[in-house]
C-alpha cells in the first residue's frame, strides 16, 4: 500500500477522483481526499442517529463509505488523517449499509424487490440469515438484532440516498406516494431496534416530511443546516489552496470563486467537488454540475408557476416553509434550495421563527437556470440560444437600436399559448422576469432592486466596462416616458459615478396589450457628466 500520509505527495499531482465514491479506492490509489475524518469524529461524540439533506454530487456517498470503513476499524485507509490516533482501533462494529444510488424504480413491486436484495446482501456480509426475508421490516429488525448479538457490538446504520425512489417519480404523485409508503415500511424499523443501533446516519437530496416518511423516526438529528456541518460535504476555501495546490496553476483563482463556491448550509462555504474536478481535468471553466442532470421537473414546476425570476437573486423563506416538503405538497423555494439552485446568505430571528434569505450560490447556478428557463419558455432551445449570442453582440457595441428591436423578436417570439395558460402573464412582473432571466443566463453582473436614498432601482448591469441602469414599467397601448423619467427623477444614477465608468440610464415600458416593448428611452452619461441623450420608440 502507498504511503497515504497528506504531504507525502505534496509537491506531485496525483489523480483527480472524477466520480469515485468508494473511500478504499481513493486512499489505495493515488487519489486526491479531502480529509473530512474530524467532522466524522465529531458527529460520533455528538449522538447516535442523524440526518443531512445536500444536493446530488456533493459527496454524500464518499462520506457514508468513509464513515462505514471508520466503524469497520480499516485502520490502514486511515494513515495521516485527523482520526487515526483517535479512534480505537481495537473495536470493530458491524455495518448495514442501504443505498438506492443506482438505477430508477417505478413501482412499489420493484422497490420491494430491492429492498429484499439489499437486505440479502447485508445478510450475507454479516453471516447471518433472516427466517422470513420476505418480510422487509421483521428481516431488517433481524438483521440488526442478531448482528450485535454475534458480534457482542451494537450496529451502525448507513442509508444512501434515502428519497431517490421517491424523486425519481416526482412528476407521478400516485407512483410517489407508493415509494413513500414503502420507504416508510424500512425506515420505521430504526426506530424500533434504537437499543442495538450504535450510529445511524441517513443522507439524500431532499428533506421530506418526517411525519410523511419516517412514521416516529423522531430521534434523527437533522444537521442539515447546522452551521458546524456547514461544510461536511463539499471542499471549503482551505481544501482548494492545500490539497488541490498542483492544480491551479493556469487558472484564475477569482474566477473558481465566482463560478464554483458559495454553496451554504449558515457555516462555512463550500465548492461543489464534482464541478472542482472537472475544471483541473479540463481546465475550461462549464456548468459541469448544471449539465449533468439538472431535473426536468424542476424547470416544469417553476414555468408552470410562472414563478417571479427576479426573486431568485433575494428569497425570504421561513425553516418550517424550507421544510414543507412532501409528495402533495413542493413550495418552489423548498424544491429549489433542496435540489441546489438557491443556498444561504443570511438568517434572522422574527419573533417566534427563523427567516432565512437565500439566492443563487454561484454565476455556475445562475446563468445555467436561467438559460434553461428561457429555453423553456421560448420552446426551442437553438433560438434561444441565437437571442442570448445577439443580447451580447447588442451589448458589447451599445447599439440601442438594436437593442429595443433585439427585446421586440424575444418577447414576439414567446408561444401565444404560453400567455393564455400562465398566471404570471396577469402581472407586471411577467415582463420584468423574461427580461431578467435574459440577462442572467449570459453570466453577466446584475444587481437586482439595487437601494438608494431615492429609492430600489430595477436592475444594474455591469458589463464591458460600462454601467446599464434599467427601469420598468406596464403601460396600457403606448409609450409614457415614465421608466426613465424615473431614473433620472430619483437620482439612480448618483451612487455609481464614483466609479468613473460610462452610464447608461435605460427605461423599458412594456404595453400590457401588446405584449411587447412600447418604449425604450436610453440616456447615456460619459463617466460623471451627462451627454447626449437617445431616445429610441
Not at 7 to 24: C, D, E, S, V, Y
Not at 35 to 61: C, N, V
Not at 361 to 375: F, Y
Not at 461 to 484: C, M
Request: proline share 4%; hydrophobic share 40%.
Amino acid at each position: 500500500m502507498p504511503d497515504l500520509s497528506p504531504n507525502a505527495h505534496a509537491m506531485h499531482r496525483k489523480k483527480l477522483p472524477i466520480g469515485i465514491q468508494t473511500f478504499r479506492k481513493m486512499r489505495e490509489d493515488d487519489y486526491y481526499y479531502v480529509d473530512k475524518t474530524a467532522l466524522a469524529l465529531r458527529l460520533i461524540e455528538e449522538g447516535s442517529h442523524f440526518f443531512l439533506s445536500r444536493p446530488r454530487r456533493f459527496g454524500k456517498s464518499l462520506f457514508l463509505d468513509m464513515l462505514g470503513e471508520l466503524f469497520a476499524g480499516s485502520e490502514a485507509l486511515f494513515q495521516g488523517l485527523y482520526a487515526h490516533d483517535r479512534w480505537d482501533w481495537s473495536l470493530a462494529y458491524p455495518v448495514i449499509r442501504v443505498s438506492f444510488a443506482e438505477g430508477v424504480l417505478h413501482d412499489r413491486a420493484t422497490l420491494d424487490r430491492r429492498i429484499r436484495a439489499i437486505l440479502r446482501e447485508n445478510a450475507d456480509n454479516l453471516g447471518i440469515a433472516c427466517r422470513d426475508p420476505d418480510d422487509i421490516p421483521t428481516c431488517f429488525g433481524e438483521l440488526i438484532r442478531r448482528a450485535h448479538a454475534a458480534t457482542g457490538q451494537r450496529v451502525v446504520v448507513l442509508v444512501d440516498e434515502y428519497d431517490k425512489p421517491i424523486l425519481d417519480n416526482i412528476s407521478n404523485p400516485g407512483i410517489a406516494r407508493e415509494m413513500r409508503d414503502g420507504l416508510r415500511n424500512l425506515y420505521s424499523v430504526i426506530k424500533g431496534q434504537d437499543a442495538h443501533i450504535r450510529f445511524a446516519f441517513l443522507t439524500g437530496v431532499s428533506k421530506f416530511s418526517k411525519v410523511s416518511l419516517f412514521s416516529g423516526l423522531n430521534n434523527l438529528r437533522d444537521i442539515t443546516v447546522s452551521p458546524a456541518y456547514s461544510a461536511l460535504c463539499g471542499y471549503t476555501e482551505a481544501d482548494v489552496d492545500s490539497v488541490f495546490a498542483p492544480e491551479l496553476e493556469g487558472l484564475d483563482r477569482q474566477q473558481i470563486r465566482d463560478w464554483y463556491n458559495g454553496y451554504n448550509w449558515t457555516g462555512e462555504a463550500v465548492y461543489n467537488p464534482f464541478d472542482l474536478l472537472l475544471l483541473f481535468e479540463e481546465r475550461q471553466f462549464r456548468p459541469y454540475w448544471f449539465e449533468t442532470g439538472t431535473p426536468t421537473f424542476l424547470i416544469d414546476v417553476l414555468t408552470e408557476r410562472g414563478y417571479f425570476t427576479p426573486d431568485l437573486s433575494a428569497v425570504h423563506a421561513s425553516e418550517s416553509l424550507l421544510s414543507t416538503f412532501d409528495v402533495d405538497q413542493m413550495p418552489s423555494e423548498a424544491l429549489l434550495w433542496q435540489t441546489g439552485y438557491l443556498t444561504f446568505r443570511g438568517q434572522r430571528q422574527t419573533g417566534a421563527r427563523i427567516e432565512y434569505t437565500l439566492t443563487e450560490p454561484n454565476l455556475e447556478v445562475r446563468s445555467a437556470l436561467h438559460d434553461a428557463l428561457l429555453k423553456r419558455l421560448m420552446g426551442e432551445s437553438m433560438r434561444a440560444e441565437r437571442t442570448e449570442s445577439r443580447l451580447f453582440d447588442r451589448l458589447t457595441a451599445n447599439d440601442f437600436p438594436g437593442l429595443e428591436a433585439h427585446f421586440n423578436q424575444l418577447y414576439a417570439s414567446i408561444p401565444a399559448d404560453w400567455y393564455r395558460n400562465n398566471p404570471i402573464a396577469r402581472y407586471e412582473g411577467y415582463y420584468a422576469s423574461v427580461f431578467y432571466s435574459h440577462f442572467a443566463a449570459l453570466g453577466l453582473d446584475i444587481t437586482l432592486e439595487d437601494a438608494s436614498s431615492h429609492g430600489r432601482l430595477d436592475m444594474a448591469v455591469r458589463f464591458n466596462g460600462q454601467i446599464y441602469l434599467f427601469e420598468f414599467k406596464v403601460v396600457e397601448l403606448t409609450p409614457e416616458g415614465q421608466a426613465l423619467q424615473q431614473i433620472k427623477d430619483r437620482g439612480y444614477a448618483d451612487k455609481y459615478r464614483a466609479e468613473g465608468l460610462p452610464i447608461h440610464l435605460i427605461g423599458v415600458e412594456f404595453s400590457r396589450e401588446q405584449r411587447s416593448v412600447v418604449g425604450f428611452a436610453v440616456e447615456s452619461l460619459a463617466s460623471s457628466r451627462p451627454a447626449a441623450a437617445l431616445e429610441v420608440r
